[in-house]
């Protein structure tokens, strides 16, 4: 698959982007991720824990906004949407080890996952609104996994926050040094899910994220719907992706 390394090993599967310039989720990535996810229940007895990794230094710089602009935004972004719907029914419990800058669509991908064990050189945000937009899952999400409080200020200032200061609110589950990032994943799924029946870990997943798919499944198409049919009429929505393309400061209008 372009861009998505889909590795096996004992009980786990691993998916690995592994993408030029820092993972960039764009649309083929999406697909890639999709294909993946879509093909998990096939071989569903044998997986108890599925990873979402990154090759390379970075996690994600987050979603590509060369394919963010207007025009192609309400192709690409009911796509995204469609895989954290899928990632959030996968068959099997998730983890995402992160390392280095996971951001914007990054950063949604991994507060889909169940749990997040980063490393402490991690930056995590949702630096949407500085190109003069906001994001959708991370809108949902963020609130339901590290309060209300805490999301609405990586939301609306848009700045990221290292790896630590998220666990303290408890959305990542482990801080470790980045050499041990792997080793930790093999622990945690050692000592949380091996010894379990991966028929039972599949229910008790998807049983654990019934309160948060409630709210996805009915906030989620609002939120789009905020994105595409309102913010994208604005000014300022084509202004902030082509002032970052462009590599200057953006010029609101405020409209």
């Given at each position: 698959m372009p861009d998505l390394d889909v590795r096996q090993a004992p009980g786990r599967l691993r998916l690995i982007l592994n993408a030029p310039h820092g993972n960039?989720?764009?649309?083929?990535?999406?697909?890639?991720?999709?294909a993946a996810l879509d093909a998990v229940p096939a071989i569903t007895p044998a997986v108890k824990l599925v990873t979402l990794e990154s090759a390379g230094q970075d996690f994600s710089?987050?979603?590509?906004?060369?394919?963010?602009?207007?025009?192609r935004m309400p192709d690409v972004l009911p796509r995204f949407h469609a895989l954290i719907s899928v990632?959030?029914?996968?068959?099997?419990?998730?983890?995402?080890?992160?390392?280095?800058?996971?951001?914007?669509?990054?950063?949604e991908l991994a507060l889909a996952c169940d749990a997040i064990i980063a490393s402490?050189?991690?930056v995590l945000g949702l630096p949407e609104i500085s190109v003069g937009a906001f994001a959708p899952v991370g809108s949902i999400l963020l609130p339901l996994k590290a309060g209300?409080?805490?999301?609405?200020?990586?939301?609306l200032s848009g700045a990221a926050r290292t790896a630590g200061d998220w666990h303290r609110t408890g959305l990542i589950?482990?801080?470790?040094?980045?050499?041990?990032?792997?080793?930790?994943?093999?622990?945690?799924?050692?000592?949380?899910?091996?010894?379990?029946?991966?028929?039972?870990?599949?229910?008790a997943a998807l049983a654990s994220r019934l309160v948060v798919l409630r709210a996805v499944d009915a906030v989620l198409?609002?939120?789009?719907?905020?994105?595409?049919?309102d913010l994208l009429t604005t000014s300022d929505a084509a202004e902030g992706v082509a002032a970052f393309l462009e590599k200057r400061?953006?010029?609101?209008?405020?409209?």
């Open positions: 960039a989720i764009t649309d083929a990535m999406v697909g890639a991720l999709r710089f987050g979603s590509s906004l060369h394919e963010h602009v207007p025009s990632l959030l029914r996968a068959p099997a419990p998730t983890l995402a080890l992160v390392s280095g800058r996971c951001l914007g669509g990054g950063f402490d050189e991690a209300a409080s805490c999301a609405a200020s990586a939301l589950e482990q801080v470790v040094p980045r050499a041990d990032l792997s080793a930790a994943a093999e622990r945690w799924y050692g000592d949380h899910l091996a010894r379990h029946s991966a028929a039972a870990l599949r229910r198409p609002q939120a789009e719907r905020l994105y595409l049919n400061p953006p010029k609101w209008t405020d409209a």
